[in-house]
């Protein structure tokens, strides 16, 4: 149990909405046992008077209280199921963000390796898993220990061999039964999370690789690979299934055997007038509803094994070390100043050669330097670099004079404006992608910043102008728009430095020009560092360095540009 304690403590924030559903809780289950409880003494008795066997019975106040209870169980169970989904859907909210604020750290280096499937099981079907805790674990085991408590000592103040019997058949279907299930379920439980797992990357990565999976008609073999995770899934929800009606069948087993034992101790009494007929009749229905406090914990504890391993893989984000640390004392940048890489190294595993070897480079303020090469030669580990999703090996990289490891994250990130061929776009507004560069820019200057992005008089036409949803990964607008509203937000935030990582690739010629152009105007005064390996663009750049295998093979000046007499650019390579 202790995996679980870390996402018990998150419930902290929701404890007092968690006490009120809980409590409602109790509140419905004690009435639903009052409610038969006091039914069967009153049927009882009402019978005996009708027989004439009971001189005096008073038929409104046990009436009332029958109305009372059938009341507050129907109330109770409407604002406790109210109370208590509305705090689990808020805490899995909260969890889905924790996680988020633990990845993000992550990105360059754990969560860079793991699959896109993986990442999205955990943050949607292993969150979703530890709803159990609460409202199938926590929750119903409180209220049964309470009431079962409750419920036995009201039993004793009438018959104490009764109160023993029920005692010990609550314990078993309460305790008993639930650790047993739990035990046989804990492995179906993992297997279940480690099937799902494989089912959702599986299935992700089809959909991701279908024009590859049509290509090369590897078809048949990525549905079988589907089929197999689906066939296993669906094998260990059979055997859960299997084990779920065993827990069942022995609560219900054991609650019948409570009510025999009752009546038949009970009659036993009755016989020796130390018990009424009436009080006998309330026994017995009242043991029948006791039960509904243990039926549902056998199946919360049989799914507590799938819990535990969904929130173990949690933990294993949670818990990772980031590859890259601010400082204790970070120093303050520059507000300017040329970009200076020192014989930095880069490797991404220590048995590999390295991506990056000794590379020397200076970007001095305001120039604009395009950086070519065909794919593998380093391009890409040099924009992450810059960026500081990984620090290198060896040599450093500087700012002015600060080292940028020794700058916070957030920081360097204020000052370079990224945009590559891969800008996410999400489901949201036109307005709200544009805020992820600036949260508090109005309405004003995000249209000012799609202008730029010659994208203006597109947005202004829309029915719902910047309100616009833009659908998932900007589905519903074409590449080029797509490409320029990423474009607007990198012109949004006003950053000093631009890094521009393919930043046309996939456009049309057309397309292309527009971007390049809208580019051209916002970075006049700012230093561009253009990773590329196409010829769109280059025309524009003071300097055009080539890599090859991690090292600087050639530079040169273009022509028109700050050195009139450099050689012309080397040849592009075609990725």
Request: proline share 4%; charged share 20%; no cysteine.
């Amino acid at each position: 149990m202790t995996v679980l304690l870390p996402f018990v403590k998150l419930f902290r924030r929701h404890l007092w909405t968690l006490l009120l559903g809980g409590a409602l809780g109790l509140v419905t289950l004690f009435s639903s046992i009052g409610l038969l409880t006091l039914s069967g003494w009153f049927i009882t008795a009402s019978g005996l008077a009708g027989l004439g066997l009971i001189a005096t019975f008073e038929i409104f106040r046990p009436g009332a209280g029958v109305r009372f209870f059938a009341l507050t169980r129907t109330v109770g169970r409407y604002f406790e199921r109210v109370v208590t989904h509305d705090a689990t859907f808020r805490i899995l909210a909260e969890l889905r963000v924790w996680l988020f604020d633990r990845m993000i750290p992550l990105a360059p280096g754990k969560v860079a390796r793991m699959r896109s499937g993986d990442v999205l099981n955990r943050v949607t079907a292993d969150i979703d898993a530890l709803d159990n805790l609460y409202l199938r674990v926590l929750a119903p085991s409180a209220i049964a220990l309470l009431l079962g408590a409750g419920f036995v000592a009201f039993l004793a103040i009438w018959s104490v061999p009764i109160a023993v019997a029920v005692g010990i058949a609550l314990l078993l279907a309460g305790v008993g039964v639930p650790l047993a299930t739990g035990r046989l379920g804990a492995a179906t439980g993992k297997a279940i999370v480690e099937r799902t797992e494989g089912l959702r990357i599986g299935s992700v990565d089809a959909l991701q690789g279908l024009a590859e999976i049509a290509v090369f008609r590897a078809g048949a073999r990525a549905a079988a690979r589907i089929r197999s995770d689906s066939d296993g899934l669906i094998a260990a929800q059979r055997r859960m299934a299997r084990i779920g009606g065993l827990g069942s069948g022995l609560s219900l087993l054991i609650a019948q055997a409570a009510v025999l034992a009752t009546l038949v101790i009970g009659l036993q009494q009755l016989a020796a007038g130390q018990v009424s007929g009436t009080v006998l009749a309330m026994m017995v229905l009242g043991v029948m509803a006791a039960f509904e406090l243990t039926a549902p914990l056998p199946l919360a504890f049989q799914y507590l094994g799938r819990t535990k391993a969904a929130a173990g893989r949690l933990l294993d984000i949670a818990r990772a070390k980031p590859t890259v640390v601010d400082p204790d004392r970070p120093r303050d940048l520059p507000a300017r100043g040329a970009i200076t890489l020192d014989r930095v190294t880069y490797r991404y595993q220590p048995e590999r050669g390295p991506a990056l070897e000794g590379l020397s480079l200076t970007v001095g303020e305001g120039e604009h330097v395009a950086v070519i090469g065909a794919s593998g030669s380093g391009k890409s580990t040099l924009a992450m670099l810059l960026l500081r999703l990984a620090d290198p090996l060896d040599g450093a990289i500087r700012l002015g004079d600060v080292d940028i490891r020794d700058v916070s994250q957030a920081e360097l990130h204020r000052r370079i404006g990224y945009l590559s061929q891969r800008s996410e776009l999400f489901d949201a507004t036109i307005a709200d992608n544009l805020r992820i560069a600036d949260p508090h820019a109005d309405a004003q200057h995000l249209r000012a910043a799609l202008a730029q992005a010659q994208l203006g008089a597109f947005v202004d036409a829309l029915p719902d102008g910047l309100d616009t949803w833009i659908g998932e990964g900007g589905t519903r607008l074409s590449g080029g728009q797509a490409r320029r509203i990423a474009l607007a937000r990198v012109i949004l935030k006003d950053a000093p430095i631009l890094l521009l990582d393919e930043p046309t690739e996939g456009l049309d010629a057309e397309t292309e020009t527009m971007v390049l152009q809208a580019l051209r105007r916002f970075a006049e005064d700012r230093s561009v560092i253009l990773i590329t390996h196409r010829e769109a663009g280059l025309a524009a750049m003071d300097r055009v360095v080539r890599l090859e295998a991690g090292r600087l093979a050639e530079s040169a000046s273009r022509a028109g540009a700050s050195d009139p007499a450099a050689a012309p650019a080397p040849p592009i390579e075609k990725a």
